[in-house]
């Protein structure tokens, strides 16, 4: 080591050693970036950058030996071989292009490592080729440890370098990589300079071709330099086209990703290029797919593209992916220019979403989106179809209309998710029961229907039954409530043998079925008809009836049994058909609360009633009847307080009066309600009394402040002593509880005679006053007539 040092220290000029780095480092870094660019390229470029790296790196070389053996100072006469020399540069270029292509050989294990060393071979073979060039008067004598020493740090730092180099750790490692080649040609030099000792010999002369060392000290440098310069500038402009080409490329690519169609570049059948799109369409990464055959993916598309003739003309074909399957896609080709070569763009769109749009489509023709079950044209067209099966096979053909019963206030009480869900219950339970050759179709709303080809009527009768039955059991859902429901029939062609007629008549059927108590079924009768049409027309005309005029408030008085004095007034509701006349309120009131016409009537009523009542000097009480479809309202709490706000009418005046029929459908929610107006301030009354339920325990439940006997009890109690007791009871039942009694329907002196001395508090009938206009009952009638008429009775 200490003979190296010497060596550099006491025989060189530092000068030109200085210069001999500078070289050997513009040299490696040179060789080390041209290599690592080369490995980035394919084909001849890939080949031209290695050679450019070879000419460079040993061209870098053989100056770095030449200038330090320029350097080198014996103090004897010296010069240069110029064949020798000049073949020093040959072994330098090609053992160092040699090295550095077999680095770049990814098959050969570790062939940056053997790269290295043939590259350390190559110093070394230069370095000594040009020893022997170099002709000095004296003999040369040389040390073998060190020439071994030189051998082996060239070729393990060599392979070093070159092993950095080409890992992945980007600059770093080209930085190190350059490094490790610097000193592999410094050390490799300096350390076999080291092994040389030079006797003078005076008999051995310098030949006149021979090239004076300081002659070629200049020129190496400067060509050397030159070539290095020219290089890295090449490599510099190289770099920065290509970072613009794969700028321009990446963004091409990103914006092909972009896009949502699978992209697609073809020459003939050969992939050169796809985007993200087509490569999750092909289930393959986009590495395989390019160099494959577009024929392997779309099989058919050329064929068919081609046949097209049109090249905007889209096909539809199946895309067969890596995996196995295949996808329903749809194909666009069109010739492009790529690279300045014909080739194909292949637009590539995925069908899946398009096919399971139109099939919900057809299926939404066909059926109710909310229970799955066919829609009403469905419905029809197979009826169509079971119309002529039945007639050719002679067999008979049932339509079963469905209608859930009071399904409006489940929507109004629980709300409409709580009515779908109700829905999709009905349509599960009751498809449980069909056969394969039943249909059963949702026609709108609550309304159902099934087809049951059948040999006789009496199995649509059974398949009713099993469906009233499933109903009643209701469903293991507690939040959901049970339903029920009326089911009409009509068999073809026992009643028609026509389809609107058939389907009219199991609706006819239904009707009546409703009509006659609900949760039942009927079957057609010829008779029915004339009936339910009657009954839609009254329907009809009942839901315009406020709105064109024809309802009319009337007024009963309601008097104090003992004294004589006007209490209020029940407030009345009746109905002047312009063509049927006065229709009465038993036959319109069940018909407004089963239509739902009920809430509007009702609304109008109390809106009326309360105006009225606010205007009268004198501040008698109004009773107003309210029906269970409005106590279940939703919003009857909130009608209730905006009209009496808006009236003016003070809540004690008002008077609800509701049944116990009002209360069993929904106790808790009837509950709450009840509160709710009492809070109000208005008073509640249970009305008729000893009809229905009639149970005693309402009566401690619910908040009411009136008890109604039914009129039922009070026609004839002065005669029958069976309906003196329950009404005494019942008078005895009011005052053990602190509740007034009014006596509803008293016609006879017989009847208030009796009510007085039972000591009941109030009454009202025709004997006090029958229900008329509020007109007929001016302030000085009600104040004097009706007093004097009582007075006279007791």
């Not at 992945?168 to 076999?192: D, N």
């Not at 079925?513 to 009254?538: D, I, P, W």
């Not at 229709?583 to 009523?605: D, T």
């Not at 004198?618 to 269970?628: E, G, Q």
Request: hydrophobic share 45%; aromatic share 6%.
């Amino acid at each position: 080591m200490l003979k190296v040092y010497g060596c550099i220290i006491e025989q060189h000029d530092l000068w030109l050693v200085g210069l001999a780095a500078l070289v050997c480092t513009v040299a490696a870094g040179t060789c080390i970036g041209l290599l690592r660019h080369a490995g980035r390229l394919k084909g001849w470029l890939h080949r031209l950058w290695l050679g450019i790296a070879a000419v460079a790196g040993g061209s870098g070389i053989w100056a770095t030996h030449f200038i330090a053996m320029l350097a080198f100072e014996p103090a004897l006469p010296s010069g240069y071989d110029l064949g020798l020399t000049a073949l020093s540069l040959v072994y330098a270029v090609l053992l160092t292009g040699a090295g550095l292509t077999i680095a770049q050989l990814r098959w050969l294990p570790a062939a940056p490592v053997l790269g290295g060393v043939i590259l350390g071979g190559g110093i070394a073979a230069m370095h000594y080729t040009g020893m022997a060039a170099y002709e000095i008067a004296g003999r040369v004598e040389w040390d073998p440890l060190l020439v071994a020493a030189s051998l082996v740090l060239g070729s393990l730092l060599g392979a070093a370098g070159l092993a950095v180099a080409m890992g992945a750790g980007g600059l770093r490692s080209g930085v190190l990589g350059a490094g490790f080649l610097l000193l592999a040609i410094c050390s490799h030099h300096f350390t076999a300079m080291g092994a040389v000792t030079i006797m003078p010999d005076p008999t051995i002369v310098i030949s006149d071709a021979a090239i004076p060392s300081r002659w070629l000290a200049v020129g190496v440098a400067g060509a050397s330099l030159a070539i290095l310069s020219l290089a890295c500038a090449a490599l510099a402009l190289d770099i920065r086209d290509r970072r613009n080409l794969s700028l321009q490329r990446e963004r091409l690519q990103s914006l092909a990703n972009a896009a949502v169609e699978g992209l697609v570049v073809c020459q003939g059948n050969r992939i050169v290029n796809a985007n993200d799109s087509f490569c999750r369409l092909a289930g393959s990464p986009a590495a395989d797919l390019i160099g494959a055959e577009l024929s392997r993916f779309l099989p058919k598309a050329m064929t068919q593209l081609g046949l097209a003739g049109d090249p905007d003309q889209a096909v539809e074909v199946e895309l067969v992916c890596a995996e196995g399957g295949t996808i329903p896609v749809e194909v666009i080709l069109r010739p492009i220019t790529y690279g300045d070569r014909p080739h194909y763009a292949v637009a590539v769109r995925d069908l899946r979403a398009r096919r399971r749009a139109e099939g919900q489509i057809q299926f939404l023709a066909y059926h109710d989106p909310l229970t799955g079950l066919a829609n009403r044209a469905s419905f029809r067209e197979r009826l169509d179809q079971e119309l002529k099966v039945a007639q050719a096979t002679k067999r008979k053909l049932a339509v079963l209309c469905l209608d859930l019963d009071r399904f409006k206030e489940v929507n109004d009480l629980f709300g409409h998710a709580t009515g779908d869900t109700l829905l999709v219950n009905v349509a599960r339970s009751v498809t449980t029961l069909l056969k394969e050759n039943q249909l059963m179709a949702r026609l709108g709303g609550d309304e159902f229907a099934i087809l049951l080809p059948c040999e006789h009527a009496v199995e649509a009768g059974r398949l009713a039954e099993q469906i009233l039955e499933v109903l009643r059991s209701g469903s293991d859902d507690a939040n959901v409530p049970m339903a029920a429901t009326s089911v009409g029939i009509a068999l073809y062609p026992d009643d028609t043998d026509d389809r609107n007629l058939l389907i009219n008549y199991a609706d006819t059927a239904l009707y009546k079925a409703k009509s006659e108590g609900r949760g039942t079924y009927r079957f057609f009768e010829a008779n029915m008809g004339a009936q339910v049409r009657e009954r839609r027309l009254l329907e009809h005309d009942l839901r315009h009836a406020v709105a064109r005029g024809e309802m009319q408030l009337v007024y009963q008085p309601q008097t104090d049994v003992q004294s004589g004095e006007m209490l209020g007034f029940e407030v009345l509701l009746r109905w002047h058909h312009p063509d049927r006349g006065a229709v009465s309120p038993s036959l319109f009131i069940p018909i407004a609360e089963e239509s739902g016409a009920i809430l509007q009537i009702g609304e109008w009523v109390l809106r009326e009633a309360c105006r009225e009542a606010a205007r009268w000097a004198t501040p008698l009480s109004i009773a107003v009847n309210v029906s269970a479809v409005q106590i279940h309202s939703p919003h009857f709490v909130q009608l209730i307080h905006e009209v009496l706000f808006q009236t003016g009418l003070k809540p004690e005046r008002l008077e609800i009066e509701i049944t116990e029929t009002a209360l069993i459908r929904d106790p808790s929610r009837a509950q709450s309600i009840l509160r709710q107006l009492k809070a109000l301030g208005l008073r509640i009354a249970m009305d008729d009394f000893g009809t229905g339920y009639s149970s005693l325990s309402n009566l401690r439940t619910y908040p009411f402040d009136k008890i109604k006997i039914d009129r039922s009890f009070i026609r004839s109690v002065d005669e029958s002593e069976q309906t003196k007791a329950i009404v005494r009871s019942v008078l005895g039942l009011g005052r053990g509880l602190g509740l007034p009694v009014l006596a509803e329907g008293v016609e006879t002196t017989g009847e208030l005679e009796f009510l007085i001395s039972e000591d009941c508090q109030a009454a009202q009938g025709y004997l006090m006053g029958r229900p008329e206009p509020i007109e007929r009952y001016s302030e000085h009638t009600m104040g004097d007539g009706m007093l004097e008429q009582t007075k006279k009775v007791a």
